[in-house]
């Protein structure tokens, strides 16, 4: 019996109309990239599994596809454990020893590994872009999927502030080329960093910035639930909610902050660097919203300064583009304090707010401009040669492969949404013209070759 074939939970087959739009997406990033002097390099798909467990939290290890070594997979791994044995920890231990290598969880812990290995190669700072898929073992759902594309955009070797607010001046600048309105949402670990101080739960800070990073999806009741079964005090999580909650213009947010960790000198440095940010961004654009959000937190351990997440702002979506600074990614690989910053672009939620808004350009989503029809040999050997002209000033045009009825020529150009169709039978071969039909509006005309090309491109 025939197997039905089918594709992974979370995962999405591309049929030409959506890579031509998906094309469209990353040219424009890509050619914002450049625009900005970042080069591009590739890493490959799966990474040993050493560089990227411990990377991503607790939560972020357990999203992480891990591949059967090949061959006798089970030959010296310790099965003895009963059920009752196997904690997270045992069975950590045992996909070790069945798994040395993963599927890269994001784009910027290979990035790190790259840097290192190839730090002879490097002029520093190094401003890198790359576009490539990463693979997350997460429940599929609306907008969430466990293959998806990232396009990012790092600097490192520089501590420089500058970067943040270019960073964000692509962000406005790629947003601004695809149509999309977006809030830009801007906060800084080391302001979390001394609110987890202030409160005296210093050694908190992770289950708070992971909890609180939480709001937008589960509410400030299921927040604060979540911080009281990490075991942070109910006094401690009553402090937090006027930080949590607060509200009021980038500067009165500023201000408060600014009262609120007087007393923290890690958490007044997070403030002078968002101060920076926004007052350089605001000086540079005016076209997208940058917010300061204190409930920003962004999960990933290894971000230590500003942090980034944008919003669309009319289509209900999770956040299409993120980042952050990290002050010593690169240490964990035997380099130590070399600081960076980037964002990423999460493409396919891009597409789904680009296909909610219907705001692909017309011209993305039409492939061949011109079909040349095919009554048989010696008309095609007559249509070639303005066939290869076509081409050779850029029209994107076809033939009909075999000498079928014109009925089922036009209706292939139909579903093709093919514009233009151009026929030559015994008249316009006597004549050396072509009839050349907009399959737009229906008129027909009788012209040359040179007059054809001038009808595509005037």
């Known amino acids: 019996m025939a197997q039905k074939p089918s594709i992974p939970k ?3 087959d591309f049929g030409p109309a959506e890579m031509a739009r998906r094309n469209y997406i990353f040219d424009t990033i890509r050619g914002v990239y450049a625009l900005y002097g970042f080069q591009q390099i590739e890493t490959p798909a ?7 467990m411990g990377k991503y939290g607790e939560e972020g290890d357990k999203l992480l596809f891990k591949i059967l070594n090949s061959g006798d997979f089970l030959k010296g791994v310790n099965m003895a454990a009963g059920e009752d044995e196997r904690d997270n920890v045992s069975l950590n231990r045992m996909a070790a020893q069945l798994c040395e290598k993963g599927l890269r969880y994001d784009l910027t812990v290979p990035f790190a590994r790259y840097v290192v290995q190839h730090r002879e190669e490097l002029t520093l700072p190094f401003r890198r872009y790359q576009i490539q898929p990463v693979w997350r073992a997460d429940r599929p759902q609306k907008g969430r999927y466990r293959e998806f594309y990232q396009c990012d955009a790092d600097v490192v070797g520089s501590d420089s502030l500058l970067n943040e607010v270019e960073l964000m001046q692509i962000i406005d600048e790629v947003f ?5 309105r977006v809030c830009i949402k801007i906060n800084n670990r080391k302001i979390l960093s001394g609110i987890a101080e202030v409160i005296g739960q210093a050694d908190k800070i992770v289950d708070i910035t992971v909890a609180i990073d939480k709001l937008d999806k589960i509410g400030l009741d299921n927040v604060n639930a979540e ?6 005090p109910a006094d401690a999580i009553e402090k937090l909610q006027p930080i949590i909650q ?6 009165e947010k500023l201000n408060t902050i600014r009262e609120v960790l007087a007393d923290s000198e890690i958490g007044l440095k997070g403030v002078e660097e968002v101060e920076y940010v926004l007052d350089q961004y605001a000086k540079a654009t005016t076209s997208s919203s940058l917010e300061l959000d204190l409930t920003l937190a962004r999960g990933l351990n ?6 980034f997440e944008v919003k669309a702002l009319d289509v209900e979506i999770g956040s299409i583009t993120g980042g952050g600074r990290y002050d010593n990614l690169t240490g964990i690989f035997g380099m130590p304090g070399l600081s960076g910053v980037g964002i990423s672009f999460g493409a396919d939620r891009i597409y789904d707010v680009l296909n909610q808004l219907d705001l692909y350009p017309k011209e993305v989503t039409t492939t ?10 010696t008309e095609l050997q007559y249509l070639l040669p303005a066939l290869a002209q076509c081409r050779q000033t850029g029209i994107r045009a076809e033939v009909y492969p075999d000498a079928a009825k014109m009925k089922k020529q036009m209706q292939y150009a139909n579903a093709r949404q093919i514009p233009f169709v151009a026929l030559a039978g015994e008249t316009e071969m006597a004549a050396g013209v072509f009839t050349l039909k907009n399959m737009v509006t229906g008129e027909q005309q009788q012209v040359s070759t040179d007059a054809l090309i001038a009808v595509l491109r005037p």
Request: with cysteine.
């Open 246 to 251: 607060l509200t009021g213009s980038n500067e």
């Open 227 to 232: 911080l009281a079964e990490a075991g942070i």
């Open 176 to 180: 601004r080329r695809l149509g999309i």
């Open 46 to 52: 799966m990474e040993n599994l050493s560089t990227l």
């Open 302 to 307: 290894y971000y230590t300064g500003c942090i």
């Open 368 to 377: 061949t401009e011109l079909l040349f029809v095919n009554f048989g040999e």
């Open 10 to 12: 979370g995962t999405r």
